[in-house]
């Protein structure tokens, strides 16, 4: 609803990835997420369209949303 940063960190936790470099793909741009992540260090955010193989090989954890997943298979 809101981009929250303590949000963005918890779900970090819940998923056993905060500490790492994260890259979460998304089916679209989302200002809420991607302001939430902003202020993490070592995380970010991508549209599933411009996702490529650096943005992949330079993160220690990659979070795909389902639709972003559907978006990826359709390529």
Not at 3 to 12: H, I
Not at 17 to 43: C, F, M, Y
Request: hydrophobic residues 45%.
């Amino acid at each position: 609803e809101a981009p929250k940063t303590k949000d963005f960190v918890n779900f970090a936790k819940n998923l056993k990835v905060e500490g790492k470099k994260i890259l979460l793909v998304l089916p679209g741009q989302n200002k809420n997420v991607t302001l939430s992540a902003r202020n993490v260090p070592d995380a970010s955010t991508m549209a599933a369209s411009d996702l490529n193989t650096y943005a992949l090989m330079n993160s220690n954890a990659v979070i795909v949303t389902e639709s972003s997943l559907d978006f990826i298979n359709k390529l």
